[in-house]
C-alpha cells in the first residue's frame, strides 16, 4: 500500500525546488535552512524524563518514529503520512513529509477525548511525526503534543497537522516545542472547519535553531470560529519564521489570532499573516494581532499583516506593535521591592499569559505556563 | 443592476470630463515608437544634452531592459504594458515660456480650462505646467527668485545649477531602484528642479501641473527638490489626461533632500483618465531635525503603484505620509509607504485611507526598517480601507523589521464599511441615499482632506462625490 501513494511523491519530491530568496513567502526568511538535501532520517530514538502526566488525559510516547507506550481506542498508528500541503512557500517539504513520513497518528471521536502525546527526539537527522485529529459531530477533543530533545544531536523534525472538525464539535490543540538549540523545527498545521464548530490551535516556541510554521485555517461554513494562537520566546542563536494564512469561504465566520513573541538576545521572528476573505463571505469577523516584546538591544522582529477582502460587510482588523517593557512598569514593581531583572521577567511572563488564557483552559494553561517559565529562567 | 452600471459609467465620464478633451498634436519633435538607444540620443540632441547625461540615460536603458518585471509581488496587469508601443518623447522644444503669452493657444487653453493660470494669481508661488514631453511654462514670482529660490524644469537645472543638482541627482532614488525608476533615468524629460536657499521660508506653494495631450504617449517627468539647512516650501502636482482608448504610462521619478532642520511638503492630486498606468518613485531623504511630508492623493488612473518614502539620514528627522485613494470600476490603487530610519530618535508616521467602490482594488503595501544599533526611534502606521460594494476589494501588506529595544512600532489596519444604520439615520433626515453615502465616505476621510491646502480639499470632496454618486444601487 505504502510503495502505491509513495512512489509517485518521491518522484513528486525530487522534481521540486528548494526554496529560494525571490519567493514572497520567504521575504526576511533564512531560506537556505529550508534546504534538507541529503539529510538521512533518524534512527532509533532514546527514552527521557517522562514530564508528570495531565490528569484525564490519556498518554502515548513515542522515541523518535517508534510508539512505546499508550494506546486507545479512537488512536490508530498510522504507517505513511497523510499529506500535508503547503500554500505557504514549503512544497518540496511538505513533498518530503508526503514522500518519506513512516509514522503517525490518527485520532478521530463521536464523543469527548483527552489525548498527550510525548514526542522523545534523539539523533541527528530527519524526523517527520504527523497527526490527524479528527472531531465528530458534537465532539470536544483536547490534545497536547510536545517535542522533547533528550540527547544534544541536530534533529530536524518536520512535523505536520491536519485537523478537521465536524459540525457543533470542537478541538483545542496545544504544541509545545522544547527541543535543544541544535535542531530545527518546521511544522505545518492545517484545520478545516464545518458549520458552528469551533477550534483553539495553539503553539509554545521555546527551543530549536530555527523554526519555520505553516499555519493554514480554512472556515469556510456558517459560523464556524477559529483561534491561533502563539507564544515564541526565542533568544541568541534562534530564528523564529511563522507564516498563517485565515482564509474566509463562508458567511458569519469568525477568526481570531494572537502572536506574543518575547525575543531575548539576538534573537529574530519572522511573523507574516494573512486574512484572506473570499468574494461572498459577507459578515465575517476576523482578527489578527501580533506582538513583539523587544528585551534586548540586538534582537530583531520583522512582521508582516496582510489582509485580503473581496466581500463587504466584513469587519476585520489587524495589528502590529513591537516595544520594550516601559520603564513605568519597571519602576512600580521595584518600588515595591522587586528587583528590576525580576521585574522585567515578571512583566515579560505577564506578557505571554494573554495569549495563553485564551487556551480556556486550566489543565493547558498550566501547563503552557510552565513551559514558559522553564524558559524564562534559563534566558538572561 | 443596469441602470445602476449606467449610473456608473455617466458619472465615470463627468469626473474624468474635468480633463477629458485633446488638441491636435503638433509636434516638431517626436521620437517616434518603440525604445531603443538611438530614442535616448533622439531625446539628449534635442535637449543639447552634456555627455554625462546621455551617458546616464544609456547606463539606465542596460538596467531597465536586466531587471525583470515586480510581477513576483505586484499585479499581472502590468504585462499589459507594451513599451514598444509606446512614444518617450513628444515636445514642441525644450525651453518652456516666462510668459503665458508666448504659451501657444492651445496649450494655454489646455492649462486655462483646468485653472492653472487662474490659480497661479490666486495663491501659488510659482508655476510649471508641462504639456506631453516639456514644460509650456514656467515661472516663480520674482521677490522668491531675488531671494534665490530656483524654479526650473530639470532639463534647465542640469545645465544651468549643475554645481548644486548633480551632486544630489540619482543619489536619493538610484538608477537600479526599480524598473521604472530605471526607464525613467533612461528616457527622463520634463520636471521640476527646486532649490531653496538656506532659511528661506516659501509662504506659498509651488506649483507643477502635468498633461498629457497624445496617445500613446508615456510621460517621464523627473523632479528633484532641495531645501537648504532651515528652509521650508510646499509643492503641489496635479495632473490629467484625456481618455485614450489605449493605454498611456506615466512614469516619474521624484527625489526630494531636505537638509539640516529644512521642511519639504509635497502634495500630490493625481486624477489620470482611467487608462493611465501611473508607476511612480518617489523618495526623500532627511537630514538632521529636517522633515519630509508627502500627501498623496489618489483618484484616477488604470493602475497607480506609487510608495512614496523617506530616508531618516539625521537624529531627530521626521517623515510623514498621508495617502487617501479611492478605486473605482476598472482601477486598482496600489500605494503606500517606506519609512527607513537611519539615525537616532527619527520619527515617521503614516496614515492611510482607501475606499473602494465597485469592482474597485485598493491595496496598502508599506515598508518599516529599523536596523541595529539605533535608539529612540518611533513608527506609527495607521490603514483604514473602506468598501462600500459586494465586488470591492482591498487588501493591505505592510513589512515592518525593528532590531532592538530601543523602538516603538505600531502598527494598525482596518475595513469595514458604511453601516446601514448610519445610512438609515441620515435618510430619516431627508438625504438622499446617495447623498448619504457621499456624506459618509467624506466623513471617512475628513481628516486627510484636511491636511490639503484649502483650494485643493475643496476640489477633492468634489472629485469624491462625483467618485460615490451612484454607487450605491
New interface residues.
Given amino acids: 500500500m505504502s510503495a502505491t501513494l509513495t512512489s509517485p511523491a518521491l518522484e513528486q519530491y525530487e522534481a521540486l525546488d528548494w526554496p529560494v530568496r525571490?519567493?514572497?513567502n520567504w521575504?526576511?526568511g533564512a531560506w537556505k535552512e529550508a534546504n534538507l538535501s541529503g539529510l538521512e532520517l533518524v534512527g532509533v530514538g532514546a527514552s527521557g524524563k517522562l514530564p508528570a502526566p495531565l490528569k484525564g488525559f490519556t498518554r502515548i510516547v513515542f522515541e523518535n518514529g517508534t510508539l512505546v507506550s499508550g494506546s486507545h481506542d479512537s488512536v490508530e498508528l498510522t504507517k505513511e503520512s497523510f499529506g500535508p500541503v503547503s500554500r505557504l512557500g514549503s512544497v518540496k517539504l511538505a513533498a518530503l513529509h508526503t514522500a518519506k513520513s513512516d509514522h503517525g497518528l490518527h485520532i478521530k471521536s463521536a464523543t469527548d477525548l483527552s489525548i498527550e502525546v510525548i514526542h522523545f527526539v534523539s539523533g541527528d537527522g530527519l524526523l517527520l511525526p504527523g497527526i490527524v485529529i479528527e472531531a465528530q459531530e458534537g465532539a470536544n477533543i483536547r490534545v497536547v503534543k510536545r517535542f522533547i530533545s533528550v540527547d544534544n544531536s541536530a534533529t530536524t523534525v518536520l512535523a505536520a497537522t491536519d485537523v478537521r472538525i465536524a459540525e457543533n464539535a470542537h478541538a483545542t490543540c496545544l504544541v509545545t516545542q522544547e527541543l535543544n538549540a541544535q535542531s530545527k523545527f518546521i511544522r505545518f498545521a492545517d484545520s478545516t472547519l464545518e458549520a458552528s464548530s469551533s477550534a483553539k490551535l495553539a503553539v509554545i516556541h521555546t527551543g530549536a535553531k530555527w523554526v519555520r510554521e505553516e499555519t493554514y485555517a480554512t472556515v469556510d461554513s456558517m459560523d464556524a470560529r477559529s483561534e491561533i494562537l502563539s507564544v515564541a520566546l526565542p533568544t541568541t542563536g534562534q530564528e523564529y519564521d511563522q507564516r498563517t494564512f485565515q482564509h474566509h469561504g463562508a458567511r458569519n465566520t469568525y477568526s481570531e489570532l494572537l502572536f506574543k513573541n518575547t525575543l531575548f538576545g539576538k534573537a529574530k521572528t519572522i511573523f507574516s499573516g494573512l486574512i484572506f476573505v473570499d468574494?461572498?463571505a459577507?459578515g465575517t469577523d476576523a482578527y489578527q494581532t501580533c506582538r513583539?516584546l523587544?528585551?534586548?538591544?540586538?534582537?530583531?522582529?520583522?512582521?508582516?499583516?496582510?489582509?485580503?477582502?473581496?466581500?463587504?460587510?466584513?469587519?476585520?482588523?489587524?495589528?502590529?506593535?513591537?516595544?520594550?517593557v516601559s520603564d513605568e512598569e519597571i519602576f512600580y514593581l521595584m518600588a515595591r521591592g522587586i528587583p528590576s531583572k525580576d521585574a522585567r521577567s515578571l512583566v515579560a511572563q505577564g506578557f505571554s499569559v494573554e495569549a495563553i488564557e485564551k487556551l480556556e483552559d486550566e489543565q493547558l494553561e498550566a501547563l503552557a505556563l510552565e513551559v514558559v517559565a522553564r524558559k524564562f529562567a534559563n534566558v538572561e | 443592476m443596469s441602470s445602476e452600471t449606467a449610473t456608473v459609467q455617466q458619472v465615470a465620464l463627468e469626473k474624468d470630463n474635468v480633463g477629458n478633451f485633446s488638441f491636435p498634436e503638433k509636434h516638431k519633435f517626436d521620437a517616434g515608437y518603440g525604445l531603443t538607444k538611438d530614442t535616448l540620443d533622439y531625446i539628449s540632441k534635442v535637449k543639447d544634452e552634456p555627455q554625462w547625461v546621455n551617458d546616464f540615460r544609456h547606463r539606465a536603458l542596460e538596467v531597465f531592459e536586466s531587471k525583470p518585471m515586480p510581477t513576483n509581488w505586484a499585479t499581472k496587469d502590468l504585462e499589459n504594458i507594451d513599451f514598444d508601443k509606446i512614444r518617450y518623447y513628444l515636445s514642441d522644444g525644450a525651453t518652456p515660456k516666462r510668459s503665458w503669452d508666448d504659451v501657444p493657444p492651445e496649450v494655454l487653453e489646455t492649462f486655462d480650462r483646468l485653472g492653472v493660470p487662474e490659480q497661479e494669481r490666486a495663491f501659488l508661488a510659482g508655476v510649471e505646467a508641462q504639456y506631453d514631453s516639456e514644460a509650456a511654462y514656467s515661472n516663480v514670482k520674482e521677490a522668491l527668485s531675488d531671494e534665490g529660490v530656483i524654479f526650473v524644469t530639470c532639463s534647465e537645472g542640469l545645465k544651468e545649477h549643475e554645481e548644486i543638482f548633480r551632486p544630489w541627482f540619482g543619489k536619493v532614488i538610484p538608477t537600479g531602484d526599480n524598473k521604472f525608476s530605471a526607464l525613467n533615468s533612461a528616457v527622463m524629460s520634463g520636471g521640476s528642479f527646486i532649490y531653496i536657499p538656506p532659511g528661506v521660508k516659501v509662504k506659498h506653494p509651488l506649483q507643477a501641473y502635468f498633461r498629457i495631450n497624445s496617445e500613446n504617449f508615456g510621460q517621464f517627468e523627473r523632479t528633484l527638490i532641495i531645501a537648504d539647512e532651515g528652509s521650508e516650501v510646499m509643492y503641489m502636482e496635479g495632473c490629467t489626461a484625456p481618455k485614450f482608448e489605449t493605454a498611456t504610462l506615466h512614469s516619474a521619478v521624484v527625489e526630494l533632500v531636505a537638509m539640516k532642520g529644512a521642511k519639504i511638503q509635497y502634495i500630490t492630486v493625481q486624477n489620470w483618465s482611467s487608462n493611465v498606468f501611473n508607476l511612480v518613485t518617489k523618495r526623500g531623504l532627511a537630514h538632521e531635525d529636517a522633515e519630509i511630508r508627502w500627501i498623496d492623493c489618489n483618484i484616477g488612473s488604470r493602475l497607480t503603484m506609487k510608495y512614496p518614502g523617506v530616508v531618516m539620514k539625521g537624529e531627530r528627522a521626521r517623515g510623514e505620509v498621508i495617502s487617501i485613494a479611492l478605486a473605482n470600476d476598472g482601477q486598482h490603487q496600489d500605494t503606500g509607504a517606506k519609512m527607513i530610519h537611519a539615525a537616532n530618535n527619527t520619527t515617521s508616521n503614516v496614515i492611510s485611507k482607501s475606499i473602494s467602490v465597485g469592482k474597485g482594488r485598493s491595496t496598502y503595501r508599506g515598508q518599516v526598517h529599523i536596523p541595529k544599533h539605533l535608539k529612540g526611534c518611533k513608527n506609527n502606521t495607521e490603514c483604514d480601507a473602506l468598501l462600500i460594494n459586494s465586488k470591492s476589494r482591498t487588501d493591505t501588506y505592510p513589512a515592518i523589521t525593528v532590531k532592538g529595544n530601543q523602538h516603538v512600532t505600531q502598527h494598525e489596519a482596518s475595513v469595514s464599511q458604511v453601516s446601514k444604520e448610519m445610512l438609515f439615520y441620515m435618510q430619516q433626515r431627508g438625504l438622499s441615499e446617495a447623498q448619504a453615502m457621499s456624506l459618509a465616505v467624506n466623513g471617512f476621510v475628513n481628516d486627510l482632506v484636511s491636511e490639503f491646502p484649502m483650494e485643493y480639499s475643496v476640489e477633492l470632496k468634489r472629485l469624491i462625490d462625483l467618485e460615490m454618486e451612484g454607487s450605491v444601487g
Avoid: Q
Avoid at chain 1, 295 to 321: F, Q, R
Fill in positions: 525571490t519567493e514572497e521575504r526576511f468574494e461572498g459577507h513583539n523587544m528585551m534586548t538591544d540586538e534582537c530583531e522582529a520583522n512582521s508582516m499583516p496582510g489582509l485580503e477582502i473581496n466581500a463587504d460587510d466584513v469587519k476585520c482588523s489587524h495589528g502590529s506593535t513591537s516595544a520594550r
